[in-house]
């Protein structure tokens, strides 16, 4: 309920402006919320990387007709080439 109620705070904080004005997030205004800000940064990022990381392995599949085998190294490095696509497409 806090976390929530802060990052609705935070969300508001950064975006809310005058007519006219463009908004801008930056690690200013994150750490202007304190641990709020710090805590909201974090739920964003792990939201962010649960859907990224299913979606990146998933797209392998399609692309590549097959799983990948996250305990072989080159399969590895190829999801990390695969996130590193989806990341900067996205």
Not at 18 to 43: C, H, Q, W
Not at 56 to 72: C, F, I, T
Request: glycine share 14%; net charge positive.
């Amino acid at each position: 309920g806090i976390i929530a109620a802060s990052a609705g705070i935070i969300t508001y904080g950064i975006t809310s402006r005058r007519e006219g004005d463009v908004p801008k997030v930056s690690m200013n205004n994150v750490k202007s919320f304190g641990l709020a800000g710090t805590i909201s940064y974090i739920l964003i990022e792990l939201g962010f990387w649960a859907v990224a990381f299913p979606l990146a392995l998933s797209w392998y599949k399609v692309a590549g007709g097959m799983w990948l085998d996250l305990s072989d190294p080159a399969d590895k490095a190829k999801l990390l080439g695969a996130g590193a696509v989806f990341i900067n497409g996205v």
